[in-house]
């Protein structure tokens, strides 16, 4: 690289262009003293060139290893690839109990009402030549009611 | 965008149970994750332990992480998180521990002046004194911008918050260091304020 860096742009740059021009100002005096000028706290960037102890690096990789082993996760499949099919069967799963528990509730006999009424269109229909006359067959309580039907509603 | 295929590639098999993919996650990652760990908490054997976890944590929950999200943002979190518990756990004991010996190089250039005679074991030390007096998600925001070089997208992807709000920790930040910095250290700005201060940059 050459040139100067700017050291708002320095500020504001990020990944690899970051580190191409932190090592430029590592290296060269002008620049840092250019960076310090406009805000010195940018110079703790220069962190990032730090090595991290070897030794340490491997005593990380040596006892993740190791203690790995007695920790291992059953097999499997990563979120997002496979689990798909597998959480769509448990949610299918899920609504069918839903279902047959709504079901089931559908189709317990209800206590009977004090004053329940229910009506059904009984099988008879009459025609008179003034119009159709049909018997409707009210059951209300206990007491089952018979109308006539022509026209409007008859007791 | 190779790395990024076998990336998906390591962690799909590491997600099986293959330990030697795992093993080779371990290694791509373990220095990012030290870093970060070594710089919120500011002690390296915290740090060690920090990063242990992480990959443990990884080896245990893999099998749920989301191909479609980025690895690496999901990495800093967790890295981030057990950095910052360690930290409130263990207080600020290690804090003025520096890198050791082998890890400094120096950053002196004879044509720089006196304000640059320093090396990064210096500056690493000053970091440490000085990061102590911000907030722990204000020293992770810092640390994942200027010395992680993350986009302040994806700082906040990390950490869960919105991106006004990293940039608020990261103006609070590096306010705070620049203050430390003018005042405890004067030799390095040579006595006078920097250009930005008392303004947002």
Same mark, same amino acid.
């Given at each position: 690289?050459?040139?100067?860096?700017?050291?708002?742009?320095?500020?504001? /740059?990020?990944?690899?262009?970051?580190? /191409?021009?932190i090592t430029h100002v590592r290296a060269c005096g002008s620049c840092r003293s250019a960076v310090i000028a406009h805000d010195p706290s940018l110079l703790f960037g220069l962190l /990032?060139?730090?090595?991290?102890?070897?030794?340490?690096?491997? %005593?990380?990789?040596?006892?993740?290893?190791?203690?790995?082993?007695? %920790?291992?996760?059953?097999?499997?499949?990563?979120?997002g690839q496979a689990n798909g099919p597998r959480r769509m069967a448990a949610a299918a799963v899920f609504v069918l109990t839903l279902l047959s528990g709504y079901a089931t509730l559908?189709?317990?006999? /209800?206590?009977?009402?004090?004053?329940?009424?229910?009506?059904?269109?009984? %099988?008879?229909?009459? %025609?008179?030549?003034?119009?159709?006359?049909?018997?409707?067959?009210?059951?209300?309580?206990?007491?089952?009611?018979?109308?006539?039907?022509?026209?409007?509603?008859?007791? | 965008?190779?790395?990024?295929?076998?990336?998906?590639?390591?962690?799909? !098999?590491?997600?099986?149970?293959?330990?030697?993919?795992?093993?080779? @996650?371990?290694?791509?990652?373990?220095?990012?994750?030290?870093?970060?760990?070594?710089?919120?908490?500011?002690? @390296?054997?915290?740090?060690?332990?920090?990063?242990?976890?992480?990959?443990?944590?990884?080896?245990?929950?893999?099998?749920?992480?989301? @191909?479609?999200?980025?690895?690496?943002?999901?990495?800093?979190?967790?890295?981030?998180? !057990?950095?910052?518990?360690?930290?409130?756990?263990?207080?600020?004991?290690?804090? $003025?521990? !520096?890198?050791?010996?082998?890890?400094?190089?120096?950053?002196?250039?004879? !044509?720089?002046?006196?304000e640059a005679s320093f090396d990064l074991r210096q500056l690493q030390d000053l970091f440490f004194r000085l990061a102590a007096r911000l907030a722990p998600r204000q020293r992770a925001?810092?640390?994942?911008?200027?010395?992680?070089?993350?986009?302040?997208?994806?700082?906040?992807?990390? $950490?869960?918050?919105?991106?006004?709000?990293?940039?608020?920790?990261?103006?609070?930040?590096?306010?705070?260091?620049?203050?430390?910095?003018?005042?405890?250290?004067?030799? $390095?700005?040579?006595?006078?304020?920097?250009?930005?201060?008392?303004?947002?940059?």
């Open positions: 690289m050459s040139g100067h860096v700017d050291p708002a742009l320095l500020a504001a /740059a990020s990944g690899p262009e970051r580190l /191409a021009l /990032a060139l730090a090595p991290m102890p070897s030794a340490v690096l491997d %005593d990380v990789s040596r006892e993740v290893a190791r203690r790995a082993g007695y %920790d291992r996760p059953a097999a499997g499949t990563l979120y559908r189709e317990r006999p /209800a206590a009977p009402a004090p004053a329940a009424v229910s009506s059904r269109r009984a %099988d008879v229909e009459v %025609d008179s030549g003034r119009g159709v006359s049909q018997v409707i067959d009210l059951i209300v309580g206990e007491t089952q009611i018979v109308m006539v039907y022509n026209g409007e509603l008859k007791l | 965008m190779r790395d990024d295929e076998d990336l998906t590639d390591l962690i799909r !098999a590491a997600a099986s149970g293959d330990r030697r993919a795992f093993e080779e @996650l371990v290694l791509r990652k373990r220095d990012r994750v030290v870093r970060t760990a070594y710089q919120i908490t500011g002690n @390296l054997e915290d740090a060690k332990d920090v990063a242990q976890g992480v990959f443990l944590r990884l080896w245990r929950v893999l099998q749920r992480f989301d @191909l479609s999200k980025r690895f690496d943002t999901w990495l800093y979190r967790i890295t981030v998180n !057990a950095a910052i518990d360690s930290l409130r756990e263990r207080g600020p004991k290690g804090i $003025l521990q !520096a890198l050791p010996d082998d890890a400094g190089e120096s950053l002196r250039d004879p !044509a720089s002046g006196p925001t810092f640390i994942l911008k200027e010395i992680e070089g993350l986009e302040t997208a994806e700082i906040a992807r990390t $950490l869960g918050v919105t991106e006004s709000t990293v940039r608020n920790h990261l103006l609070q930040a590096r306010r705070i260091l620049r203050q430390g910095l003018s005042k405890d250290y004067p030799g $390095l700005t040579g006595g006078r304020p920097p250009e930005g201060d008392g303004e947002p940059t």
